[in-house]
T-cell receptor, first 114, second 116 residues
Framework: AQSVSQHNHHVILSEAASLELGCNYS??????LFWYVQYPGQHLQLLLK??????LVKGIKGFEAEFIKSKFSFNLRKPSVQWSDTAEYFC????????????FGTGTRLKVLA | DTGVSQNPRHKITKRGQNVTFRCDPI?????LYWYRQTLGQGPEFLTY????????KSRLLSDRFSAERPKGSFSTLEIQRTEQGDSAMYLC??????????????FGQGTRLTVV
């Protein structure tokens, strides 16, 4: 069965620190990849997505992610975090054939200290 | 607001009671999804619809759960004979359903169910 792994469950950073959140998926076929963010008390929102083409994708609020097919990874990065980035981050995968469901990782809770 | 709308936002029910949740997707989105999220976990897939057809159901969706999307617009999720283990946030999402799934899902605020 397809699955998504997020290795960091809780991350605490100071403002201006760099961020990298790991995401690995298990599926041998072609996938679409997403990072969602959930701010406290709010609904899941899309940060960025990868469908095809340039494996380095840029999203909102200065976030970017790199798809490395050989490693089945889609890590999220931000060079300098802000207090307002405190949130929970979810990596998700959808398949390009057979089923159109989205499979989510368990999430990473990020806390940024002012 | 043209986002995904879910009602109610909160529901407290006694064990054994039936509950029904409603989801109104973004207009013209033909795919609609139901997910369940518990504390410390990511959203877990329950089921999805393409228009009015229910195309896939997770094994998490026991016989006590049923979902419908009668006219391909709004959807309902009913849980019969609720159990304490059903306490969770129930999320609805919709997507435009482009060919080959090349679209992100848009999520609602969720319905938080507490079974006492």
């Amino acid at each position: 069965a397809q699955s998504v792994s997020q290795h960091n469950h809780h991350v605490i950073l100071s403002e201006a620190a760099s961020l990298e959140l790991g995401c690995n998926y298990s599926y041998g076929g072609t996938v679409n990849l997403f990072w969602y963010v959930q701010y406290p008390g709010q609904h899941l929102q899309l940060l960025l997505k990868y469908f095809s083409g340039d494996p380095l994708v840029k999203g909102i609020k200065g976030f970017e992610a790199e798809f490395i097919k050989s490693k089945f990874s889609f890590n999220l990065r931000k060079p300098s975090v802000q207090w307002s980035d405190t949130a929970e981050y979810f990596c998700a995968v959808s398949l390009t054939s057979g089923t159109y469901k989205y499979i989510f990782g368990t999430g990473t809770r990020l806390k940024v200290l002012a | 607001d043209t986002g995904v709308s879910q009602n109610p936002r909160h529901k407290i029910t006694k064990r054994g009671q039936n509950v029904t949740f409603r989801c109104d997707p973004i207009s013209e989105h033909n795919r609609l999804y139901w997910y369940r999220q518990t504390l410390g976990q990511g959203p877990e897939f329950l089921t999805y619809f393409q228009n009015e057809a229910q195309l896939e159901k997770s094994r998490l969706l026991s016989d006590r759960f049923s979902a419908e999307r009668p006219k391909g617009s709004f959807s309902t999720l009913e849980i019969q004979r609720t159990e304490q283990g059903d306490s969770a946030m129930y999320l609805c999402a919709s997507s435009p359903g482009q060919a080959r799934g090349w679209a992100e899902a848009f999520f609602g605020q969720g319905t938080r169910l507490t079974v006492v």
